[in-house]
C-alpha cells in the first residue's frame, strides 16, 4: 500500500504561480508511474500530466507549457509546477501513481487532493 499527500494548493491570482508536491509513504513509489489530475465541483478527474519511472511526461493539452511535473527518488516525491495560471485551472489537485503491467493498471493510489483556486 501506498499513501499519497498533496501540499502546496492554495489561492493565487490569475498569471502567478504554484508548485504542488506529493510525497509518498513508502520508495515503491518510485517504481509507479507517478501523475497529477484535477477536478472540479460537477466535472469528472481529468489528466494533468504524468511522469514515468524513466521521466517520460506527458501533458494534457490544456498544460503545455506552462505545468511542468518532475519526481525526485531520494524523496519518493513527485511535483507540479503551475505557470500562468488561469481561472478556468482552479479544481482540486490530486496526486495519483499507478503500477502499469502489460500496459494496464493494476494498482492504483490517490492522495487526499488539494485545492487550487485562481482568482481573476
Known amino acids: 500500500q501506498v499513501q499519497l499527500v498533496e501540499s502546496g494548493g492554495g489561492l493565487v491570482q490569475a498569471g502567478g504561480s504554484l508548485r504542488l508536491s506529493c510525497v509518498a509513504s513508502?520508495?515503491?513509489?518510485?517504481?509507479?508511474?507517478a501523475g497529477w489530475y484535477r477536478q472540479t465541483s460537477g466535472d469528472q478527474r481529468e489528466l494533468v500530466a504524468t511522469?514515468?519511472?524513466?521521466?517520460?511526461?506527458n501533458y494534457a493539452d490544456s498544460a503545455k507549457g506552462r505545468f511542468t511535473i518532475s519526481r525526485d527518488k531520494a524523496k519518493n516525491a513527485a511535483y507540479l509546477q503551475m505557470n500562468s495560471l488561469k481561472p478556468d485551472d482552479t479544481a482540486v489537485y490530486y496526486c495519483?501513481?499507478?503500477?502499469?503491467?502489460?500496459?494496464?493498471?493494476?494498482?492504483?493510489?490517490w492522495g487526499q487532493g488539494t485545492q487550487v483556486t485562481v482568482s481573476s
Open positions: 495519483n501513481a499507478k503500477l502499469i503491467s502489460g500496459g494496464v493498471a493494476t494498482r492504483d493510489y
Open positions: 511522469i514515468s519511472t524513466t521521466r517520460a511526461t
Open positions: 513508502s520508495e515503491t513509489f518510485n517504481f509507479l508511474v
